[in-house]
């Protein structure tokens, strides 16, 4: 998008998922999500968790900045944050569906990350942003590069639950 329309009157809105993020680590961190993770994911520690969480929230804060500073040009940028909690939900969502067994994150996956994404994507479609292209370039970043390629190999690789629930593995 470069054609000088005016993407979002306020862009600090999209700071927002830096703030589910926090909401949801909250939920994650005391209610065991690295014995979870180390189940369902394979090989998964505190080190690994925090270094992962500490990453991901950088690349999501500098994601953040860069729509505030121009959500014309970063307007993919912004669609990728909203792609990766809504991924993130999805994982949570279906492997406690699929388990029976409680993801630590599920409950601030579907009441603050499904809501908060669909947020951003209708404030976009209401603007005529949500391109098939604009929608496959954020999904395939924010969804499939940085959270679902990377936790289902992770999942085979290791033959963790996860991997047995979606039927990767035996």
């Known amino acids: 998008m470069k054609d000088g329309r005016v993407v979002d009157k306020k862009p600090g809105t999209i700071f927002f998922l830096c703030l589910f993020y926090a909401i949801h680590m909250a939920e994650e961190f005391p209610f065991g999500f690295v014995e979870w993770g180390d189940r369902y994911f394979g090989n998964f520690d505190w080190t690994q968790n925090l270094i992962g969480n500490s990453m991901f929230f950088i690349i999501l804060a500098s994601a953040c900045y860069m729509y505030y500073?121009?959500?014309?040009?970063?307007?993919w940028v912004g669609m990728s944050g909203a792609m990766w909690i809504l991924s993130n939900a999805f994982l949570h969502i279906s492997a406690t569906i699929l388990s029976g067994e409680y993801s630590p994150g599920v409950v601030t996956a579907t009441v603050v990350y499904v809501p908060g994404g669909i947020y951003f994507l209708v404030k976009w479609s209401r603007k005529r942003l949500l391109t098939w292209k604009n929608i496959i370039?954020?999904?395939?970043?924010?969804?499939?590069?940085?959270?679902?390629?990377?936790?289902?190999?992770?999942?085979?690789?290791?033959?963790?639950e996860l991997a047995k629930l979606f039927h990767l593995v035996r």
């Not at 370039?137 to 963790?160: D, E, K, N, Q, W």
């Open 69 to 75: 500073r121009n959500s014309t040009k970063y307007l």
């Open 137 to 160: 370039l954020s999904f395939m970043v924010g969804g499939m590069f940085f959270i679902i390629l990377p936790t289902f190999v992770r999942a085979v690789y290791f033959h963790a």
